[in-house]
């Protein structure tokens, strides 16, 4: 049972263009999301979160919304360079759940092409 | 700046071999987790530990033990490796609360002849 869910394996933009990644989740019950970036033979980092109280959360070129009712939250990079070229994996965690664990999704492959 | 360090970036071991990853974070986290990474299924939880001496299961744990007797390391043993165990492991750790993101390990790539 994939509680998140990453639907597009890989997303390939260009440089300056908008790069969307998009994440759902079938769990009511999880109310803090996180996205992370993740470059081969490296260990994921922490890019931006976002609460469920919340529908949208900025930092820099990273926007995060979350759409509660669809259960739906997607990342937007604006915009897009090189060095964002990554997999990039969105994670959940709920009230109920023990010791902050988080459940990710599949993750995404992001190509920004110069 | 929170440091974890995992023991080997690569390990190879053979079938029935028994295999310790270690694990070490100098940022006095509660909590720690133990990942696999494989292509197309993302990072799947086999076990965390949110204090010294206790661990819970995650998703996928068979096959694997972990041990937590101080507060910075966490180890994940395999007692018998198996060809389905080569994956990327991924070692994180967090501070107590909900919500608060994990730092990541850079990972061992480990390989079962």
């Known amino acids: 049972d994939q509680q998140v869910k990453q639907n597009s394996p890989s997303l390939s933009v260009q440089e300056g263009r908008i790069s969307i990644l998009n994440c759902d989740y079938t769990?009511?019950?999880?109310?803090?999301f996180l996205w992370y970036k993740k470059y081969p033979a490296e260990g994921p980092t922490f890019l931006i979160s976002?609460?469920?109280?919340?529908d949208k959360n900025e930092d820099g070129r990273f926007t995060v919304f979350l759409n509660k009712s669809a259960k739906h939250l997607s990342l937007h990079i604006v915009p897009s360079q090189p060095g964002d070229s990554a997999v990039y994996f969105c994670?959940?965690?709920?009230?109920?759940?023990?010791?902050?664990?988080?459940?990710f999704g599949e993750g995404t492959q992001l190509t920004v092409n110069p | 700046d929170v440091k974890v360090t995992q023991s080997s970036r690569y390990l190879v071991k053979r079938t029935g071999e028994k295999v310790f990853l270690e694990c070490v974070q100098d940022?006095?986290?509660?909590?720690m987790f133990w990942y696999r990474q494989d292509p197309g299924l993302g990072l799947r939880l086999i076990y965390f530990?949110?204090?010294?001496?206790?661990?819970e299961k995650g998703d996928i744990p068979e096959g694997y033990s972990v041990s937590r007797e101080k507060k910075e390391r966490f180890s994940l043993i395999l007692e018998s490796a198996s060809t389905n165990q080569t994956s990327m492991y991924l070692c994180?750790?967090?501070?107590?609360?909900?919500?608060?993101?994990?730092?990541f390990g850079p990972g061992t790539r480990l390989t079962v002849l």
């Open positions: 994180a750790s967090s501070p107590l609360h909900e919500g608060d993101e994990q730092f």
């Open positions: 769990n009511s019950m999880f109310d803090y």
């Open positions: 976002i609460s469920s109280i919340k």
């Open positions: 994670a959940a965690s709920g009230w109920e759940t023990s010791g902050s664990r988080l459940t």
């Open positions: 940022m006095d986290h509660e909590n």
């Open positions: 530990s949110y204090d010294v001496k206790m661990k």
